[in-house]
Every structure is written in structure tokens, then in C-alpha cells.
């Protein structure tokens, strides 16, 4: 609906599933429930999230393990240094949460479009 028709033959196509449609009630429904289930993609089309996946590249866990592990050290420490050790704690809470929201940012389109295509193949099948 964004882009006009031109062509002679796909107005005439576009005539015939309308037709189709306003003589079948019970087709109509049912694909409005299909898209319905389908769902919303956001603010951006499915195309645009689909050429945001190039951007993304390659991820690396590495640096979230390292920062987990780093709890391990601060538990133990709890005995030695006890408001240290909590302290030491609370700071990698901070980090990790903050980190967290700064690769949702970046990875939010992935998502997106892997449970828009995720839910379109369930529509199919």
C-alpha cells in the first residue's frame, strides 16, 4: 500500500484478490488471523532489521565469563575483607548490568528479525 500500482496487470490482480476476498468471508478471516499471529515488527520494516544483521559481525562471550569469574575471588575474599569483598561485588553487579543494556542495544534488530522469522515460519506450518 506504500508504492501505487501502475501496471494494467496488477491492478486487475489486486481486483481479483479483492474480489476473491469480499465473496470468501471465512478465507478473509482466517488470513487476518494468520497475520495477526504474526505480530508487529516495530518501528522498522522487516527489511531493515534483515540488513541490520550484517552489521553485527561476529560475538565473543569471552569477556562476560571473565567478568563472572570474577565473583569467585570476591566470595572468598568475603572472609579475609568482608566490606571490600561487597563492595568488589556490587561494582561488578553495576558493570554487568550496564554492559547488559549496551549490547541489548546492539543486538535488539537480531533478535527482532530471528522471532519475526521464527513466528512467521510457525504461521506457515
Known amino acids: 500500500l506504500r508504492t501505487l500500482k501502475q501496471s494494467d496487470e496488477e491492478l486487475r490482480h489486486l481486483e481479483e484478490v479483492i474480489q476473491f476476498f469480499s465473496g470468501h468471508p471465512d478465507e478473509r478471516v482466517k488470513v487476518q488471523l494468520a497475520a495477526r499471529r504474526l505480530g508487529y515488527t516495530g518501528k522498522y520494516s522487516l527489511y531493515d532489521y534483515i540488513d541490520n544483521l550484517d552489521i553485527l559481525g561476529e560475538r565473543s562471550n569471552r569477556k562476560n565469563i571473565l567478568t563472572d569469574l570474577l565473583f569467585l575471588p570476591l566470595i572468598g575474599m568475603m572472609a579475609v575483607n568482608f566490606s571490600v569483598a561487597i563492595i568488589g561485588i556490587v561494582v561488578l553487579i553495576?558493570?554487568?548490568?550496564?554492559s547488559y543494556f549496551k549490547e541489548k542495544d546492539e543486538i535488539d534488530p537480531y533478535i527482532t528479525s530471528f522471532s519475526y522469522i521464527m513466528r512467521l515460519m510457525q504461521a506457515c506450518g
Open 94 to 98: 553495576i558493570y554487568n548490568i550496564i
